[in-house]
């Protein structure tokens, strides 16, 4: 069974700090790059990071410094440390495979958790 379960959104305040969890199916882990991607307020899903098997991180430019992104393989996860949060972070996070999952010719996600910075 596929899954992408994302976890560990929550309000915070400027400055604060959230570690986020992605448990991915077996198959799915071991054999991709993962990425962190978000969906700010009005704006299309984009990748924030990613890691590979190797893990080799990439971090856009927005959070480069203050995320960190790993991965368990004992535990087909991955994570996102966010450090320093800004109330511009506000918004929907998901992990999912590079390039993104498609099945039956749709793009697969699960339900992200919410990421909320505000005093």
């Known amino acids: 069974q596929v899954q992408l379960v994302e976890s560990g959104g929550d309000l915070v305040q400027p400055g604060g700090s959230l570690r986020l969890s992605c448990v991915a199916s077996e198959d799915i882990f071991r054999s991709n790059t993962m990425g962190w991607y978000r969906r700010l307020p009005g704006k299309e899903r984009e990748l924030i990071a990613r890691?590979?098997?190797?893990?080799?991180?990439y971090y856009t430019n927005a959070v480069k410094g203050r995320f960190f992104i790993s991965r368990d393989a004992d535990k087909n996860s991955v994570y996102l440390q966010m450090n320093s949060l800004k109330t511009e972070d506000t918004g929907a996070y998901y992990c999912?495979?590079?390039?993104?999952?498609?099945?039956?010719?749709?793009?697969?996600w699960g339900q992200g958790t919410q990421v909320t910075v505000s005093s």
């Open positions: 999912n495979t590079i390039p993104v999952m498609i099945m039956s010719s749709r793009e697969f």
């Open positions: 890691i590979t098997k190797g893990s080799i991180t």
